[in-house]
């Protein structure tokens, strides 16, 4: 990570997200010096950089050198630095002057700085001796205090203002829409219903793609309806025909806005999986910056040889088949969520199996939501998922009962998706997965490692593939 790099990183760590959370701003860096050209986007209280977008323009442009971004970052005085913005900025942004406050010229070491700045704490400012001069700096703000009830300040004029932006009232906080990417079996479904039970105001809404029959991108008369209602024997009053009817997957994002409405939360999780129904979403948001929803990206993912066992079960492919599918999918789901600039988490689902609580205290952090202490059960509304996903919010007994009245096709392929799974089940979480342990020989281990690049894309994704290869081979 080069300098640049690190620079911004420290900016966003410094961010305190929740108190940010309404605010929106880009801010366009071009290092003169560097030949490096860096847009920053500030969206659900996390500060992002991209060196690629949508070219909408900035509400801020700044062309320092490095040294100078320096000393901006370090004193909160632009210098020479050339800044171009737009007082008027569309959207809850508002630009200002920051009042007086003495240039780091005035600041000495010891005892001088402290007499000229009042820095001791509870200690107010001294006034400047006669003939001390000071000039205005101005800095770059995101305001996050402000209270709702405020008003805007007014503009004032400046070569530079700060950029201050009203926090809506809670009512009226906007939609993020955030889409989990990745392959079958890495545990999407079981990570939405515990963000559904557990993460205040979102919402995992399950497999949209299926909802709305996509071509090329559904199963056929799959995940039409409430899951968990259908297996339960109620009427969703959220998944409903006259919904299905409304929405189309020609405006997932708008789909995304009724879903949020119906269930009265803040946040919905799109499990489609797809990367390419991710991709689609983001290239339907209109280009109006201060109107566009908010999008972000759960990578969901599961090693690879893990995935490729479960793949060969499931459809009787050879495993390096599998092993290619998970390669080009996260090669896609990374380059597609950078590619857009896209706040992204990777949850592994070892991870998550291995400490549930830490995983959920990591999810509800990217939400910017607060983790309820206890799960509520009563409110899971989605559709699709895997059969075997609903036995902890459903029980066993009940799973059976219902495949049981299933006729035809819809029986046979229902049984046939559950025959490795169902000597798993109960009514409890289940617990980490060690299946795929000691399962396969030396000769379908290096089928798998020889799939070109797939040792790099899962040692990004934090996997250690030495160690997999050793926990999966037999002996």
């Known amino acids: 990570m080069g300098l640049v790099e690190r620079i911004f990183d420290s900016l966003a760590i410094r961010l305190k997200g929740p108190r940010a959370w309404d605010a929106r701003l880009t801010i366009d860096c071009t290092l003169t010096d560097l030949k490096d050209e860096v847009r920053l986007s500030l969206a659900n209280g996390v500060l992002t950089q991209s060196r690629a977008h949508d070219g909408t323009p900035a509400d801020l442009t700044l062309t320092p050198t490095k040294p100078q971004l320096l000393h901006l970052v370090a004193t909160h005085d632009l210098g020479d630095t050339q800044a171009d913005g737009d007082p008027r900025a569309r959207g809850p942004l508002r630009l ?22 009042g820095s001791r704490r509870g200690e107010a400012p001294r006034k400047p001796k006669t003939g001390q001069k000071h000039r205005i700096p101005y800095i770059i703000l ?7 009830e405020t008003q805007a300040a007014p503009v004032l004029p400046g ?41 205040k105001m979102a919402h995992y809404v399950g497999e949209l793609n299926n909802f709305t029959q996509v071509p090329d991108f559904s199963h056929k008369d799959s995940g039409r309806g409430c899951g968990p209602c259908s297996l339960l024997g109620k009427q969703c009053r959220h ?19 009724q879903f949020a409405r119906s269930l009265g939360v803040s946040a919905i999780v799109d499990g489609s999986k797809f990367v390419a129904w991710m991709r689609r979403a983001v290239e339907q948001r209109g280009a109006d910056s201060a109107s566009r929803t908010a999008v972000s990206a759960i990578i969901t993912v599961r090693n690879p040889i893990a995935f490729a066992i479960s793949y060969r079960n499931r459809t009787g492919e050879p495993l390096w088949r599998g ?43 990217f939400l910017h939501l607060p983790l309820s202490p206890k799960p509520d059960n009563t409110s899971i509304h ?44 109960n009514d409890d979480k289940p617990q980490e997965d060690t299946r795929w342990h000691n399962s396969i020989n030396a000769g379908d281990a290096h089928g798998v490692l020889s799939t070109p690049g797939l040792a790099d894309v899962a040692g990004i994704l934090g996997y250690n593939i030495a160690e997999v290869v050793h926990l999966a081979i037999k002996g």
């Open 96 to 117: 200002r002057a920051q009042c007086p406050v003495p240039s780091s010229r005035s600041f000495r070491a010891g005892r001088e700085g402290r007499a000229a700045t």
């Open 142 to 148: 995101v305001d996050v205090n402000m209270d709702a």
């Open 159 to 199: 070569r530079l203002t700060n950029l201050r932006s009203r926090l809506p009232k809670p009512q009226e906080r906007s939609l993020t829409s955030v889409f989990v990417v990745g392959t079958l079996f890495s545990g999407s479904t079981l990570m939405g219903r515990d963000m559904t039970t557990r993460i």
């Open 239 to 257: 998944f409903t025909d006259a919904l299905r009817d409304r929405v189309s997957y020609d405006d997932i994002l708008g789909m995304h806005e």
């Open 323 to 365: 092993a290619g599918i998970w390669r080009d999918t996260y090669v896609d789901a990374l380059r597609t969520a950078n590619a857009h600039g896209l706040p992204q988490l990777v949850m592994r689902y070892e991870d998550y199996m291995a400490d549930r609580e830490r995983s959920l205290e990591r999810l509800a952090a």
């Open 382 to 425: 989605d559709t699709g998922g895997n059969w075997s996903s609903f036995v902890p919010y459903v029980g066993r007994d009940q799973l059976e009962k219902f495949i049981q009245q299933l006729h035809g096709s819809g029986r046979t392929d229902a049984e046939d998706f559950i025959r490795h799974a169902r000597a798993y089940w």
